[in-house]
T-cell receptor
Framework: QKEVEQNSGPLSVPEGAIASLNCTYS??????FFWYRQYSGKSPELIMF????GDKEDGRFTAQLNKASQYVSLLIRDSQPSDSATYLC????????????FGTGTRLTIIP | KAGVTQTPRYLIKTRGQQVTLSCSPI?????VSWYQQTPGQGLQFLFE???????NKGNFPGRFSGRQFSNSRSEMNVSTLELGDSALYLC?????????????FGQGTRLTVV
């Protein structure tokens, strides 16, 4: 079982709709959860991070964390063509280090 | 505020050679981590340095090594290059120890081994 799993996609969403990206993790003791966006040929860009159960909103983005079910999700409201990218879920298992364990990413395409 | 700077951006090396990559973190950041990204394996953790000490290491052979200087700049070295070492090498910096904080990536060094 991979430590962090994501559906590789591609996920196609019409412009203006809500894109929902999901991620599950295997280490129940994981503490911190991050979503990165990566455009083709570019480096990952941090979008959201979440530490506590529940929802965290930032503009059009909402991260949701459910530690009991070991999943974290990212919702993108009012999807724009510029949101088309690969979205990487990353987890830090322990406080005291900065090792990020990444999922393989979900490729999102927003259809105009 | 300047971001994470990696040099060089591109490298072409021959099998058996060695290579050194450099990373300057965001000013004030003391943690530097290195990752390898390939199409087949995705992003994989290499190692992390904090205050000149390696704090964490991933599952890579000993040919991969790194160090951090007193100004937090870091270098990673790959010796005896293999074709499979061709990848995008990414450096990430973050501010503090203890509570994990956001890591910001540099633009990466694309290494091609021929």
């Amino acid at each position: 079982q991979k430590e962090v799993e994501q559906n590789s996609g591609p996920l196609s969403v019409p412009e203006g709709a809500i894109a929902s990206l999901n991620c599950t993790y295997s280490d129940r003791g994981s503490q911190s959860f991050f979503w990165y966006r990566q455009y083709s040929g570019k480096s990952p860009e941090l979008i959201m991070f979440i530490y506590s159960n529940g929802d965290k909103e930032d503009g059009r983005f909402t991260a949701q964390l459910n530690k009991a079910s070991q999943y974290v999700s990212l919702l993108i409201r009012d999807s724009q063509p510029s949101d088309s990218a690969t979205y990487l879920c990353a987890v830090i298992s322990n406080f005291g280090n900065e090792k990020l364990t990444f999922g393989t990413g979900t490729r999102l395409t927003i259809i105009p | 505020k300047a971001g994470v700077t990696q040099t060089p951006r591109y490298l072409i090396k021959t099998r058996g050679q060695q290579v050194t990559l450099s990373c300057s973190p965001i000013s004030g950041h003391r943690s530097v981590s290195w990752y390898q990204q390939t199409p087949g394996q995705g992003l994989q953790f290499l190692f992390e340095y904090f205050s000149e000490t390696q704090r964490n290491k991933g599952n890579f052979p000993g040919r991969f090594s790194g160090r951090q200087f007193s100004n937090s700049r870091s270098e990673m070295n790959v010796s005896t290059l293999e074709l499979g070492d061709s990848a995008l090498y990414l450096c990430a910096s973050s501010a503090q120890q203890g509570m994990p904080t956001e890591a910001f990536f540099g633009q990466g060094t694309r290494l091609t081994v021929v």
